[in-house]
């Protein structure tokens, strides 16, 4: 019989200790007041393939947060869901490096990455452009 819980792959690991960078819901901008602050406060950045905008924190903020927003035009369902997960991945391994505040990235049309590492080029050039990089 199969358990319920799906045994971990090979070289994968299970560790969730508090060292590791996660991407937990206090990562996540998720209602729209956060947006629309972020949107008519913040400051805003166009690349090639990515446009961000960035606000400093609100007092309640423990850290860098981050939204999504992608629009039908950059693929189907499965296209534009793998981009959303490069983009949060690129998030959670940086965000030690970004400065507090609230950060939405919006993947323009024609947005296609071969990997991670494209992903993370193109999402640490904004951010740096933006300012929000720690020294």
Known sequence: MFSSA????????CSTSKGTARFGPE???????PF????????????????LWWAAPESKSPGARLGLSVP???GGAVQRNRLKRLVRESFRLNRRHL??????????????????AAAER??????RKAGALRP
Not at 36 to 48: L, P, S
């Open 72 to 74: 039908a035009k950059v």
């Open 99 to 116: 400065e507090g505040g609230d950060f939405i990235v919006y993947l323009r049309p024609g947005c296609s990455w071969d990997g991670l």
């Open 6 to 13: 799906a045994a971990p792959k090979a070289g994968m690991s």
């Open 122 to 127: 193109d999402f640490i050039e904004l951010v």
């Open 36 to 51: 629309r602050r972020v949107f008519t406060d913040g400051r805003k950045c166009v690349g090639r393939r990515l446009i």
């Open 27 to 33: 990562a996540r901008l998720s209602s729209g007041r």
